[in-house]
């Protein structure tokens, strides 16, 4: 299911207004319009669980996995305040806005007419939801609003991560330490049986660092990267790159298509090629077999102890 669309974010984002009621505040019950591993999407219905009788008011949240950006405001969360006309089949969005986990960052009211939505679109899905209480009998109902539900949603992504989905922050895999600079901390995710690959295989590295970098969609202190070692011909080739705020996923992108080659003599990356393809390269690394999480928030308070 695609993002509810916004299509006027740049206009839209002009800064909160005063003396509201923001929607995170408010205490109603929300039902699950549709989810996939980057957006899940929710739809105020009435108290009652009953068709409503006349057109209704209904915050319509959108929680992102990664953050969307627009101008200077970065948000993971909007709510969009729609009026749907059951009889009509309509839909007329009033108000947006927008949060950064339960903080709002940016909200406007809208100038829009009454439409009908388009026929298999989010907003269809929504106006469905709203209107007809046994459209989707088994999607849950949270009912008491959004404020911690954010939490629910980043445990029903944990839950359903795969290796399709390819979060590698969700990853159980052991990790193995490659190298330190005193700025950054490397891993490599190892087999769990302590074997040497015998055949090219695909792993996360991972290079945490003390400070924050700058990165196009806000600054980061994890980076992943799916890459494909070839131990016999000792060369690896970057695939994936995945950029973290702690534990929050800000950006992804494919790694530049290139052929496999070899790393450079002591970089991190030749210590993670020899620590992913050589069980006894400095074998008394310990390797942590609690995933990427645990050792993510192990790193973090280490870095702790050196400031």
């Known amino acids: ?17 005063a003396a509201q009621v923001f929607a ?23 108290a009652d669980g009953g068709a409503p009788t006349r057109p ?38 009033l108000r947006y806005e927008f949060y950064l986990g339960e903080v709002a960052v940016n909200d406007a009211a ?3 007419a009454a439409a009908v939505p388009a026929a298999g679109s989010p907003e269809a899905a929504a106006l469905r939801t709203v209107c ?6 088994t999607s849950a109902v949270h ?21 399709a989905s390819g979060w590698a922050m969700d990853r159980t895999a052991p990790l193995k330490p490659t190298a330190e600079t005193g700025e950054a901390l490397g891993f490599v995710e190892v087999a769990p049986d302590g074997r040497a690959p015998t055949a090219p295989f695909e792993a996360w590295t991972w290079t945490f660092t003390k400070q924050m970098r700058p990165g196009p969609d806000g600054a980061w202190n994890g980076v992943a990267t799916l890459t494909r070692f070839d131990c016999a011909a000792g060369t690896r080739r970057p695939l994936r790159m995945q ?16 052929a496999g080659s070899a790393p450079a003599a002591g970089s991190m990356d030749d210590f993670a090629l020899k620590t992913a393809c050589d069980p006894a390269f400095q074998r008394d690394m310990p ?4 995933g990427a999480r645990a050792v993510r928030t192990s790193v973090a308070g280490y870095f702790a102890t050196l400031r």
């Open 1 to 17: 299911m695609r993002l509810l669309v916004i299509s006027t974010f740049a206009a839209l984002l002009a800064g909160p207004a």
């Open 24 to 46: 995170v505040d408010q205490r109603v019950p929300l039902k699950v319009v549709g989810d996939t591993d980057e957006f899940v999407t929710l739809a105020q219905i009435p």
């Open 56 to 93: 209704f008011d209904s915050w319509v949240w959108t929680f992102t996995r990664v953050p969307q950006l627009s101008g200077a405001a970065r948000f993971n969360a909007s709510a969009v305040l729609t009026r749907f006309d059951c009889r009509a089949g309509t839909r007329q969005r």
């Open 110 to 112: 809208a100038q829009e």
């Open 132 to 137: 007809d209480p046994g459209f989707n009998p």
């Open 143 to 163: 009912p008491n609003g959004a404020r911690g539900l954010r939490r629910s949603v980043e445990a029903f992504w944990s839950e359903t991560a795969t290796e």
């Open 243 to 258: 950029f973290y705020e702690g534990e929050t996923l800000i950006h992804q992108m494919d790694a530049p298509s290139e």
């Open 287 to 290: 390797v942590d077999s609690r």
